[in-house]
């Protein structure tokens, strides 16, 4: 039996009320963030969090984030030190998670965490999620809305193309504009890097004056569920090329020649919100061989070379 295909909401008050009542519900809706599409549920509710995994077709011991409206209702789950106070005042509404010991009585589902004693929180800056949650009124539990280790969606039709017939609706709320997923960081005495994101971490070191300790270090906690596999596109993906052979796709950066161009002003910006949208346009072509151009590993091209690593890595 096909599974129902995935109602599009518009962005209307109307519809972004359909999907609040839906969440209410205990469905899946997914919606844009500036970083990228996530795949929503309510955090409290045990049985749609496990949807998402369902969904996702992802292992369960991956936990996930809480999407919530203000730095106010983030303190009702977690709590913040003086690290994720000024963190959150320097870059929330805006592309960064925070991983902080999770209150007791959050009510947040035990899924959501893996049963860690810490959850990773977000306040996003996108107009759509914001009058979604001020419409639900909770916390919203949301990975990327696409299939577990493929590429994230950064468009409602990239959303749609991966999960047709596994999710009730998705708001179409256009292109991400950042495009990368957010930088997450573990708070404490010794703030950590857990992941790359639309933040450089180099402006989280200048807001805290103080180097971030890095996942190379021994010292810090690892992010649990960040699989070696994962962002991939169909085709295989070699790194750092300089040219292209006879069969490879070039996907390029700076001023190289190719259709599919990251930033030829070699603008990190603008490739990182450009890259998701092109290994999905690869995909749609079946490239089955896709080389990349260097990409420089300062500000975003570090979120960037780690998408790109995991995006080559050997798969299962
Ligand atoms: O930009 C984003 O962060 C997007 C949008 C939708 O907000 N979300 C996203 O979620 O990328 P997801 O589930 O694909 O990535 C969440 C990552 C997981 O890989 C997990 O390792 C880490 O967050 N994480 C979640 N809870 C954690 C915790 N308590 N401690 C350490 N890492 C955690
Ligand atoms: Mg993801």
């Known amino acids: 039996m096909k599974a129902k295909s995935l109602q599009i909401l518009s962005t209307s008050a109307q519809e972004i009320g359909t999907a609040a009542s839906l969440l209410e519900q205990g469905k899946l809706v997914a919606f844009p963030t500036e970083t990228v599409y996530g ?28 999407h919530v409206a203000t730095s106010d209702v983030a303190a009702r789950y977690v709590e913040f030190d003086d690290v994720a106070a000024r963190l959150a005042s320097a870059f929330w509404p805006g592309a960064l998670t925070l991983v902080l010991p999770l209150r007791p009585q959050s009510g947040i589902s035990k899924l959501v965490t893996a049963g860690l004693a810490t959850l990773a929180v977000r306040v996003p800056d996108h107009p759509v999620v914001q009058s979604l949650l ?6 919203i539990a949301a990975p990327s809305a696409n299939p577990s280790g493929r590429v994230s969606p950064t468009t409602a039709a990239h959303v749609r193309s991966g999960l047709d017939g596994r999710i009730d609706a998705v708001v179409d ?13 573990s708070c404490g005495p ?27 270090d021994p010292a810090t906690p690892q992010s649990p569920g960040q699989l070696a596999s994962h962002y991939a596109p169909s085709g295989a993906v070699r790194l750092n090329a ?7 796709v070039l996907l390029g950066f700076g001023s190289v020649e190719t259709e599919f161009n990251l930033s030829k002003s070699g ?8 890259l998701f949208e092109m290994l999905h346009r690869l995909d749609a072509l079946g490239a089955k061989k896709i080389a990349i151009s260097p990409i ?10 780690d998408r790109l690593r995991r995006a080559a890595a050997p798969r299962e």
């Open 134 to 139: 001020a419409a639900f009124d909770g916390p």
């Open 173 to 185: 709320g256009g292109a991400c504009n950042v495009g990368v997923e957010s930088t997450i960081i």
């Open 296 to 305: 420089p590993d300062h500000g975003l091209g570090a979120a960037i070379n």
């Open 39 to 66: 795949l929503g549920a309510d955090a409290r509710n045990d049985g749609a969090v496990a949807s998402i995994f369902a969904a996702k077709g992802r292992p369960s011991f991956n936990p996930l984030i809480v």
């Open 190 to 216: 010794q703030p950590a890097l857990l992941r790359a994101g639309g933040i450089p971490a180099e402006a989280i070191e200048a807001a805290l004056g103080a180097p971030l300790l890095r996942t190379s």
């Open 242 to 248: 300089r040219d292209c052979k006879g069969d490879e």
């Open 267 to 274: 603008n990190l910006i603008e490739a990182a919100a450009n």
